[in-house]
T-cell receptor, first 109, second 119 residues
Framework: TQLLEQSPQFLSIQEGENLTVYCNSS?????LQWYRQEPGEGPVLLVT?????EVKKLKRLTFQFGDARKDSSLHITAAQPGDTGLYLCAGGLGDKIIFGKGTRLHILP | DTEVTQTPKHLVMGMTNKKSLKCEQHMGHRAMYWYKQKAKKPPELMFVYSYEKLSINESVPSRFSPECPNSSLLNLHLHALQPEDSALYLC??????????????????FGDGTRLSIL
């Protein structure tokens, strides 16, 4: 059973388009993190969301934590080729650190 | 540039060799982690050290032996590895292992990993 489901698994869109990726669970998380990983590098922390309903913006990236703290979304406005990478959500559940399987995003110039 | 430094970046070793992976951070973080990542998969947690003590061992085979000599350093000693152990090994750190409410899953800073190939 995958405790954090990410969708879509793969997404390839043109530069300038908008997109949303999702991280869903049936469990309540105290916080969730979003990371981006580029080939040959480690994941880089983008944001942590801790409060239900919270919205955080990072330039063209908007992160939302669901009211019930079971899900989160990442919206990218006017995607650029530099946004290409693997987007991972992660959180703590009980004594476990859980990662989603990731969304592999490819932005076409 | 990452604030978590891992060496070496690449390592090729035979199944009978002994080698070590090293990780260093100077952010004053008190939790350090080892992860294994296979191609096109998310990181899988192996070990967690909190305040230089081993807190979590995710049923990792004994051919992987972690060591935390001090709060800034984390090693992973390798011996008699198998070809299926070939992967990217990532080190990470966080301010603490548990938050104020004792919850795990704190924001982590990752190194760029050591790409390990077992011949």
């Amino acid at each position: 059973t995958q405790l954090l489901e990410q969708s879509p698994q793969f997404l390839s869109i043109q530069e300038g388009e908008n997109l949303t990726v999702y991280c869903n669970s049936s469990s309540v998380f105290s916080s969730l993190q979003w990371y981006r990983q580029e080939p040959g590098e480690g994941p880089v922390l983008l944001v942590t969301v801790v409060t239900g309903g919270e919205v955080k913006k990072l330039k063209r990236l908007t992160f939302q934590f669901g009211d019930a703290r079971k899900d989160s979304s990442l919206h990218i406005t006017a995607a650029q080729p530099g946004d290409t990478g693997l987007y991972l959500c992660a959180g703590g559940l009980g004594d476990k650190i859980i990662f989603g399987k990731g969304t592999r995003l490819h932005i076409l110039p | 540039d990452t604030e978590v430094t891992q060496t070496p970046k690449h390592l090729v070793m035979g199944m009978t060799n002994k080698k070590s992976l090293k990780c260093e951070q100077h952010m004053g973080h008190r939790a350090m982690y080892w992860y294994k990542q296979k191609a096109k998969k998310p990181p899988e947690l192996m070990f967690v050290y909190s305040y230089e003590k081993l807190s979590i061992n995710e049923s990792v085979p004994s051919r992987f032996s972690p060591e935390c000599p001090n709060s800034s350093l984390l090693n992973l000693h390798l011996h008699a590895l198998q070809p299926e152990d070939s992967a990217l090994y990532l080190c990470a750190s966080s301010q603490d292992y548990r938050g104020q409410g004792a919850e795990v899953g704190q924001p982590q800073h990752f190194g760029d990993g050591t790409r390990l190939s077992i011949l």
